[in-house]
């Protein structure tokens, strides 16, 4: 114990508490109708994929409390770090709402402060948009709802921003598909606040070339592999991406490079060359589609695939999602970036990405999410479900 | 000590050795003769670039014995692992012979072995023919030598295989450039045992072209790097080498990438690209020349020099040459691939490559020598330095 422990104007150094700390629970449930300041608290909890235990914890407390309030009750279920939580009214529809649990890396922007940017206020922190403040929305409006028209379900998952293998929504698709049961399903991913239909499909391949090795000085002894992929370039080069309309909305494709790679030593001539070449494709096409155009294009080439994610058509044609449209109020747009709405659309179920942020900011040092946008995605989701309670 | 050890039948463990073994430097002595036994003795004492002390200090001691001998004496200086010895005969001529000591790593092959390949008799080892048998022609002629018509420097170095800057024959020409001068130059690297004079010039160059990033799902938001790359490939596939003639040998040339490197994520759209090009430029032109003419056919692109060796003319036209090629009896052929001789040139020694060996078996898990050649070499080249000895 130090000398000043003992100093009467101090006071003893380890006082004990008059009250127990809040919990992360406690702290989240008392910003339950404050969106922005939620956004900032959820934020405050790390969450780096793989690490989502704590925060699934303290999700998982407060959708308990918000059964036990006075909305309707919710069935909870936990697989993993995923939390399920569903209304069983009865009602003719049920709309699904899933968000991430998990950020990238946090860049030193752990714990979340308050900005003034371009004279709007906002919550500047890793995951603030990608996506917090949709999360914040899910909870929000969860405890807001008292009579919904439609059913809903909660699905807040882990292991969104990592391989493919290890998404949490893949893994409740698997274990419990009768969980992800819905006419309707809504990703809270940044979308401005505004309606992304379905998404594009992706697909890469490896485009290789070979030759025969030889010593770079008597270079006509071998045969190069890099020179001899100079028309698979050419190809590349010129191609011009096509914009495929998908139930009346324009999906724009991408064509590119995205790695190359060939060379044995600086005196030798390759006998290898790889391009790695990403496809994004319309969704009115498969996978095997998207295949055989690049075979097409890359004819006398091998070409190996080595990833491949489906497309989802945007689905807004059934009247349930004409209905979020008219909710929202604002036009559909199409989704070029692949999502996970792709894993509802391949369970038969018609999604959309909705939610608060600017995805321009995902995963940058910069990240962070306009505060009014949080509230009005908030009105918005609960206009959709609770006409009454939003008006 | 186990009770083996005293049994009556083996005795005792470590018997005292009733006479010293033979250091490096005898068991090498003993082999003077035998060329080949002298090679795969010089291999059976590894020296992998950096590593060369051990044999430098054998080959120094050595070289002290035969100086001490009946042929004339020798001069010896060490710098580092470098050994030069040189004879002070007053001849009108001086001839110098020159070979690295060590080899590039080990690959199983040491101890040497003694194998019959094709008919022929071969001794397999690591350095074999790059370039312990241009040594054991060396130390067999050094040896040989009683009352040569040319004084005579014999140059032995380290650090040949490895980066240029760590070269033992450039630092001696750095710190001690009067131990080089001579009228001509012989080069010991594998040359089956003929004559190849000079060497093209290398170059290497990084063209690089850049882009701006973009997600790969937004390809039409940024610039693609490598299908910037297209036409830089295109003229490297297109391209058809120059053969020169120079002193009356031809230099064919060779230009090729060596290298390609771009890419950021599976996802990104990349903003750099680099291609290594290698230029092999025939000794009549300087690397000025070679840069401008790559600068002139990547027109439009960054074109940086990452590395430039001149290279050497044959020199085959002054009369000491001559009297080499004479007294080897083979047309001499022009060396494509660079090698220490143009350090000779650098310095205005007119150099040739003169050694045992085929050079497609350096740094080969399969290298190896004919022992036949070896021999074959060392009489020719106690042949011009020793006319009446060789008849």
Partial sequence: MSADASHPDTGPAGAAPTETAPTDTDLLEAALTRPAELTARLCDIPSVSGDEARLADAVEELLGRISAGPGP???????????????RLG???RVLVAGHLDTVPIEGNVPSTRRELDGEEVVWARGACDMKAGVAMQLVTAAALRAPVR???????DHEEVDAALNGLGRVAANRPDL???????????????????????MRVDVRTTGVRAHSARA???????????????????????????????????????GIRGGVAGNVVPDECVVSVNYRFAPS??????????RELFAGYEVEVTDLSEGARPGLDRPIAQAFVEAIGAEPAPKLGWTDVARFSALGVPAVNFGPGNPLYAHKADEHVACA??????????????????R
């Fill in 73 to 87: 009750d919710l069935e909870i279920v936990r697989d993993g770090d995923a939390v399920i939580a569903r209304t």
């Fill in 91 to 93: 009602r003719a529809e």
């Fill in 151 to 157: 059913d809903v379900t909660w699905v807040f998952y």
């Fill in 180 to 202: 992800l049961e819905a006419d309707l399903a809504v990703l809270g991913e940044p979308s401005d606040a505004g309606i992304q239909g379905g998404c594009n499909g992706t």
């Fill in 220 to 258: 006509f002894m071998g045969v190069n592999a890099i020179h001899a992929l100079a028309p698979v370039l050419a190809v590349l080069a010129a191609h011009e991406a096509e914009t495929v309309t998908v139930d009346g909305l324009d999906y724009r494709e991408s064509l590119s490079a995205v």
């Fill in 285 to 294: 096409k498969s996978g095997a589609e998207a295949e055989a155009h690049l």
């Fill in 373 to 390: 946008e949080v509230s009005a995605a908030c009105r918005s989701l609960l206009a959709f479900l609770e006409p009454e309670r939003s």
